[in-house]
């Protein structure tokens, strides 16, 4: 098991037109999350092994606002899962 603290960089932009003109949004933000996480290994031989992970972050939400006044509310996550075959030397 694995476990702790993480800091991601999210950079969004966005364009599009609408009754007002053309709209632009761009947000930078850093974001601080948890990570945890799970694996295992199993040794096939004395020299080849197999093994899984699996991980989740979950970082602080943000509520960003374009120029005219309208929200949207980020919730980012993540859920990578990996398997692996290493040789050993």
């Given amino acids: 098991m694995i476990g702790g603290f993480q800091t991601a960089s999210f950079d969004a932009s966005l ?3 609408d009754a007002f003109g053309r709209s ?9 999350g948890l990570h945890l996480g799970v694996g ?4 096939f031989t004395d020299r080849i092994s197999g093994r899984m992970e699996y991980k989740y972050q979950d970082y602080d939400s943000i509520t960003v606002r374009d120029a005219g006044d309208d929200r949207v509310k980020f919730e980012p996550s993540e859920s ?4 692996g075959v290493s040789y050993n030397f």
């Fill in 24 to 32: 632009r949004f761009k947000n930078d933000e850093y974001l601080n």
């Fill in 80 to 83: 990578v899962f990996r398997l």
């Fill in 40 to 43: 295992a290994e199993y040794m």
């Fill in 15 to 17: 364009q599009f037109d």
